[in-house]
């Protein structure tokens, strides 16, 4: 008997994986420094915007530095009588050497308490610098915090998006992982031109055995789930 072989083609189909449409990135702002909250409007929340969100009181900085600055002017005109003094002072005859050392270290010291001085000007311009809360072209989610509330360095106030870009993150299987930089993305049964983002090398420890994979998209449309596929054709 005589058996005809007949070879068909085998077709493999990736498995589809069930994504949501996020913000490319989330962030969250920390205040980096102390003081009372003076300005912040909650109608900002849910909008992308390019302006600042939260005004933390300053006056305080904003006071010291006038009178750091006024002091730095006084001591450089101190420093410059005292140079020119000294100037004079070692030319005259029957000054002892200790005597002109000490006027040197005079000026040496001022010198140190200007340059201590210039730090301290330097630090009070970060901290009123630091005392405003900017973002720009990022979507305000939340604050975390009211106005007229006491800050302190490090808390937590507000939660913005990165909305320039959407993703969708999927966990492929170990089938699906291989190569996947070389397969195709198909977004609802449909070729697409997308890219992949970042894909772990490690497996999840929440979906054991599946590769946490992220896919940048041009969709806006956040929430909605998507069928992602990845293909060898």
């Known amino acids: 008997m ?3 072989l007949i070879f068909l083609p085998i077709f493999i189909y990736a498995k589809s994986y069930i994504g949501v449409v996020e913000p490319v990135n989330e962030f969250t702002i920390y205040a980096k420094t102390s003081g ?8 900002d929340e849910m909008k992308i915007l390019t302006k600042d969100i939260i005004k933390i009181d ?3 900085e904003v006071d010291t530095l006038k009178l750091y600055e ?3 002017k006084l001591y450089n005109q101190k420093l410059e009588i005292m140079q020119s003094n000294y100037e004079k002072y070692i030319t005259i005859r029957g000054m ?3 005597d002109k050392d000490n006027k040197l270290l005079e000026i040496i010291d001022l010198k140190n308490s200007i340059a201590t001085l210039k730090i301290s000007i330097i630090d009070l311009k970060n901290s009123i610098k630091d005392k405003t809360i ?16 006491y800050l302190t360095a490090g808390t937590k106030v507000a939660t913005v998006y990165d909305m320039s870009k959407s993703k969708v993150t999927v966990y492929v299987n170990a089938e699906d992982y291989k190569n996947i ?10 070729k697409s031109d997308y890219k992949i983002n970042k894909i772990d090398i490690t497996t999840d420890t929440t ?7 992220e896919v940048l998209i041009d969709s806006k449309e956040y929430g909605k789930t998507l069928k992602v596929e990845f293909r060898n054709e």
Request: hydrophobic share 35%.
């Open 2 to 4: 005589k058996y005809l």
């Open 36 to 43: 009372e909250i003076v300005s912040l409007d909650k109608n």
């Open 58 to 60: 300053k006056s305080l």
């Open 70 to 72: 006024e002091q730095l």
């Open 96 to 98: 002892s050497k200790v």
């Open 134 to 149: 900017s973002i720009n072209n990022l979507y305000l989610k939340e604050f975390l915090v009211n106005k007229y509330d």
């Open 181 to 190: 930089k070389n397969k195709l993305i198909y977004i609802n049964d449909v």
């Open 207 to 213: 979906y054991i055995s599946s590769y946490k994979t």
